[in-house]
């Protein structure tokens, strides 16, 4: 076995467990740098085992299980996290050229590179296909101007997935680009917006004449709007948990100053509540604070407990016949984001049900580590970001159910004559 390879050849979840047991008692060190650890990850195909060859393994949830349950026993850390690995990295392999691929995957998997989603803005939300953000071409470069707001990890991204209009003399759905767009380029702006949380996990962004290279452009010009619907079935297939990856709590990208400390200094810490999901491991907390308190035999908790199993194992099950092209409806990513934030909801009166009074107590010296609390006051979140439950609901009646669609404008008519915020072009 190569020491940056591990095999490929199990034919069981106990062959692989064993060839990843190997493959970390050979390979993981504490004393190591993070950036070596993530290269090694990267290269043995284990960063996101989910993706296709060379880059990944095409494992479904089953084998990835298996690499989280080995990574936790080795007591190493795990992948990059953040929008590279979960939205840029597959976004790329589908629409990029192999020069663009090779250029921004391989520092996606190895945590080189940190990525923010620069979509939404301040009057596209919702509507993210009426988003003003321009970008005019100037030879071989494109100028870029315009506000998004909502950035997740935009504090410490190195690039960003920029959608801005580049033909407003077409339909609104129309007229759109993809770009990989350098973050530390002039003429941006990022100011982060707390949250009730506490943290800052949203950001918005200024951006004002800031230049791009028209090599930038990933998929083909003016044909965004198709590649942010990959970038966003992408996005809503991994709200709803269907990759199961375990990431590391050290940051990826150059900002956050994580590459070069040792990696055993980020062995069991948590990341900070982000993806706003719920999982085995919500469930059995919640188990043992049941056991703990002795509300286990009380038949609501009991009740509860067991649909939020059933919760769970029906995203599971779903994610796995959504691999299968066969039974795909193409509303797979609508429909596990809804499901997620529908167990997420159950989650939270459940945890409120059993910690009773000790759900007002906040932070590490309260009851859970304030886990289950931090849970409860973001658990809006889910359900507005990476479009709203309501938006979910409407994509799947008119996409998938063929319902008629909401009234509007006719589809055909120019961005530049849509009724919208005063925009100068």
Known sequence: MSERQATVGATSDGDLRAELDAWLADNWDPDISVREWWQWLASAGLSNPTLGEP??????????????????????????????????????????TPDQIERFVPNILNGTDSWCQLFSEPGAGSDLAGLQTKAVRDGDEWIVSGQKVWTSEGEHADLGMLVARTDPESPKHRG??????????????????????????????????ARVPHANIIGELNDGWRVTNTTLAVERAGIGGSHGLAYAAAHPGSIAGHLDEPAGAFRGKRLPLAAGGVGPGTLGQLTSEARQRGRAADPVVRQELAALHTDLEVMRLSAMRGRQRSQRTGGEGNLAKLRMTAALRRARSLASTILGADM??????????????????????????GGTDEIQRNILGERVLGLPREPGPDPSTPFRELPQNATSW
């Open 55 to 96: 880059y990944g393994r095409g494992w479904g949830r089953s084998e990835t299980r298996v690499l989280v349950e080995a990574v936790r026993s080795a007591g190493a850390i795990g992948s990059p996290a953040g929008l590279g690995m979960l939205l840029a990295a597959p976004t790329i392999l589908e629409h990029g």
């Open 176 to 209: 759109l680009t993809w770009f990989a767009f350098d973050m530390a380029t002039e003429g941006v702006e990022v100011r982060p917006l707390r949250e009730m949380t506490g943290r800052s996990l949203f950001n918005e962004v200024f951006i004002d004449g």
């Open 360 to 385: 007002t107590l906040w932070g590490a010296d309260a009851a859970t580590d304030g886990v289950l609390q931090e849970m409860t006051v973001f658990s809006p979140a889910p359900s507005i970001y």
